[in-house]
């Protein structure tokens, strides 16, 4: 097509186009003249949508992702109008004697007519949003729509322009919901309730407490034994098996239930031992991490109080671990009860970065800068899964499926769903570890290539080069040939206050 052609426009779309403006120059003028002007000024080169991006970003949360795919999208929007369609289809703008003199703008831009930057940029940054964050969306609408129209208001565009603009906006919009797809909706709370003895008092309670766990203090079994006077409560100091006190104490005459004090591998030992005889499992607040009692609806000694002397509880399904050791993993046998969660590779660095960053930065950001200095720095480990051949930097695997389906699984709201959560970050992907960092930088880590989500009863892991390092509940094993993971549905009674659901923050 000619250039003289596409300068004048073509045909009809021209004659709907010199309508309109003419159309529009017939108004009298107002105050909406000077609305539609300094909308339209807001808008150029973004100021308007990153401004609203700021003030989203600034609520942590479902405002804050809005805010960073609705960047996302404008930017997609922007470099395709700017960059290809602009040089591609020169065009004309409006002359003066279009529109009557208070109305023109002043200067006119000197790029081409066709399309529209303004109207992508503003449709593409509100549908973004939308996707993401619905009642935002909707409260920008009208906006973005303001800010398209202005473009014509002000005799800066022809309406076809805006009409092509708001187009490639839309496309722009919808090509990164494809990256960063929407976020599955985390299910309702769901139990299986049990009834257990009831707990007067702490009779027929037997409690261990893991003096090693990071809050203990020497006031610990004094408290327990004012909650539970009648309790016996047995304290395994630095010389002691905690796994043989455990045992100890399970095995105990006269015992209705196993009472536990100290972090998730503590509890897991715990849980393996009651199992065993029979026991309900009673999980005190205490130790290092607190992931589990917190996820059977025990925040504080009080709740627990409830829940013994109520004989409140839920079935919960528990994980089991073979770990070989040795030269060829067969040298040492290791039987592990899973609770939570294992991890093989960076995530348990992942992990410590984001931690100690978060209190300062905030959960996301914290996430982000440990993302990007985890695995810029990271080599990925050689692996057998299930027979196949990987090159992993993580292989994350719950005990029951977590929320969100991304690298940051938060809430478990389930717990006896009888699934592993399998998540691995590969580098079997060619540019795999570009792909992770700009996932990582981009919140998309969910739906890229390089992270596969899968769930199963079981799985088998081998290393295939050095012994590897397992972390099973926050608890790291080094040496580690081989491994096996399975889950036993509904395995374990623990006491949970009546109401009470799994909320792990």
Same mark, same amino acid.
Request: aromatic share 6%; net charge neutral; charged share 20%.
């Given at each position: 097509?000619?250039?003289?052609?596409?300068?004048?426009?073509?045909?009809?779309?021209?004659?709907?186009?010199?309508?309109?403006?003419?159309?529009?120059?017939?108004?009298?003028?107002?105050?909406?003249?000077?609305?539609?002007?300094?909308?339209?000024?807001?808008?150029?080169?973004?100021?308007?949508?990153?401004?609203?991006?700021?003030?989203?970003? #600034?609520?942590?949360?479902?405002?804050?992702?809005?805010?960073?795919?609705?960047?996302?999208?404008?930017?997609?929007?922007?470099?395709?109008?700017?960059?290809?369609?602009?040089?591609?289809?020169?065009?004309?703008?409006?002359?003066?004697?279009?529109?009557?003199?208070?109305?023109?703008?002043?200067?006119?831009?000197?790029?081409?007519?066709?399309?529209?930057?303004?109207?992508?940029?503003?449709?593409?940054?509100?549908?973004?949003?939308?996707?993401?964050?619905?009642? #935002?969306?909707?409260?920008?609408?009208?906006?973005?729509?303001?800010?398209?129209?202005?473009?014509?208001?002000?005799?800066?565009?022809?309406?076809?322009?805006?009409?092509?603009?708001?187009?490639?906006?839309?496309?722009?919009?919808?090509?990164?919901?494809?990256?960063?797809?929407?976020?599955?909706?985390?299910?309702?709370?769901?139990?299986?309730?049990?009834?257990?003895?009831?707990?007067?008092?702490?009779?027929?309670?037997?409690?261990?407490?893991?003096?090693?766990?990071?809050?203990?203090?020497?006031?610990?079994?004094?408290l327990l034994q004012e909650a539970f006077p009648q309790a016996h409560i047995r304290e395994a100091g630095d010389d002691d098996d905690v796994t043989a006190v455990i045992e100890e104490t399970a095995a105990r005459p006269g015992t209705k239930a196993l009472g536990v004090w100290g972090g998730d591998g503590t509890v897991g030992t715990a849980a393996a031992a009651a199992v065993e005889h029979g026991l309900p499992l009673l999980v005190l607040p205490g130790g290092t991490l607190n992931h589990f009692a917190r996820d059977t609806g025990i925040a504080t000694l009080e709740d627990a109080v409830a829940a013994a002397e109520a004989?409140?509880?839920?079935?919960?399904?528990?994980?089991?671990?073979?770990?070989?050791?040795g030269q060829d993993g067969t040298d040492e046998i290791r039987e592990l009860a899973m609770l939570n969660t294992a991890s093989i590779g960076v995530y348990p660095n992942l992990v410590r970065r984001r931690e100690r960053l978060q209190g300062a930065l905030g959960k996301p950001l914290a996430g982000l800068i440990?993302?990007?200095?985890?695995?810029?720095?990271?080599?990925?480990?050689?692996?057998?899964?299930?027979?196949?051949?990987?090159?992993?930097?993580?292989?994350?695997?719950?005990?029951?499926?977590?929320?969100?389906?991304?690298?940051?699984?938060?809430?478990?709201?389930?717990?006896?769903?009888?699934?592993?959560?399998?998540?691995?970050?590969?580098?079997?992907?060619?540019? #795999?570890?570009?792909?992770?960092?700009? $996932?990582? $930088?981009?919140?998309?880590?969910?739906?890229?290539?390089?992270?596969?989500?899968?769930?199963?009863?079981?799985?088998?892991?081998?290393?295939?080069?050095?012994?590897?390092?397992?972390?099973?509940?926050?608890?790291?094993?080094?040496?580690?040939?081989?491994?096996?993971?399975?889950?036993?549905?509904?395995?374990?009674?623990?006491?949970?206050? $009546?109401?009470?659901?799994?909320?792990?923050?």
């Amino acid at each position: 097509m000619p250039p003289a052609l596409l300068r004048q426009g073509p045909g009809r779309i021209a004659d709907f186009d010199r309508a309109v403006v003419r159309t529009i120059s017939r108004w009298p003028h107002g105050n909406h003249d000077a609305f539609f002007r300094n909308l339209s000024a807001s808008a150029t080169k973004g100021k308007l949508w990153f401004a609203v991006a700021g003030a989203l970003a #600034a609520v942590p949360g479902k405002p804050r992702r809005a805010a960073v795919h609705g960047l996302l999208a404008l930017g997609v929007a922007s470099a395709v109008t700017n960059l290809g369609f602009k040089t591609l289809l020169p065009r004309a703008r409006p002359l003066p004697e279009h529109l009557p003199v208070f109305r023109f703008v002043h200067p006119q831009p000197t790029s081409s007519s066709m399309p529209s930057g303004h109207s992508a940029s503003a449709v593409a940054f509100t549908l973004g949003v939308s996707f993401v964050h619905p009642a #935002a969306g909707a409260l920008l609408a009208p906006v973005a729509a303001g800010v398209a129209y202005s473009r014509v208001h002000t005799g800066a565009h022809w309406p076809s322009d805006v009409v092509f603009g708001s187009a490639i906006g839309v496309g722009a919009a919808l090509l990164t919901r494809r990256w960063w797809p929407e976020r599955a909706e985390q299910p309702e709370q769901r139990r299986t309730d049990e009834d257990l003895p009831r707990i007067a008092d702490g009779a027929g309670l037997a409690i261990v407490v893991n003096a090693k766990g990071g809050s203990y203090s020497p006031e610990t079994g004094q408290l327990l034994q004012e909650a539970f006077p009648q309790a016996h409560i047995r304290e395994a100091g630095d010389d002691d098996d905690v796994t043989a006190v455990i045992e100890e104490t399970a095995a105990r005459p006269g015992t209705k239930a196993l009472g536990v004090w100290g972090g998730d591998g503590t509890v897991g030992t715990a849980a393996a031992a009651a199992v065993e005889h029979g026991l309900p499992l009673l999980v005190l607040p205490g130790g290092t991490l607190n992931h589990f009692a917190r996820d059977t609806g025990i925040a504080t000694l009080e709740d627990a109080v409830a829940a013994a002397e109520a004989g409140s509880g839920m079935s919960v399904d528990l994980g089991h671990v073979t770990a070989g050791r040795g030269q060829d993993g067969t040298d040492e046998i290791r039987e592990l009860a899973m609770l939570n969660t294992a991890s093989i590779g960076v995530y348990p660095n992942l992990v410590r970065r984001r931690e100690r960053l978060q209190g300062a930065l905030g959960k996301p950001l914290a996430g982000l800068i440990a993302g990007l200095r985890t695995f810029g720095a990271s080599s990925p480990t050689s692996l057998l899964i299930d027979g196949v051949r990987h090159r992993i930097w993580i292989l994350y695997l719950g005990r029951g499926r977590y929320y969100p389906r991304d690298l940051a699984p938060l809430a478990r709201p389930v717990m006896d769903d009888g699934v592993l959560d399998i998540r691995m970050v590969t580098a079997d992907e060619p540019f #795999a570890r570009l792909r992770l960092l700009w $996932a990582v $930088a981009t919140g998309t880590a969910g739906s890229s290539k390089v992270t596969h989500l899968r769930e199963a009863s079981r799985i088998s892991v081998d290393a295939l080069d050095s012994p590897l390092v397992l972390a099973v509940d926050g608890e790291p094993l080094p040496g580690v040939r081989s491994a096996g993971f399975s889950v036993a549905p509904g395995h374990l009674r623990v006491y949970s206050p $009546a109401e009470a659901g799994p909320d792990h923050p």
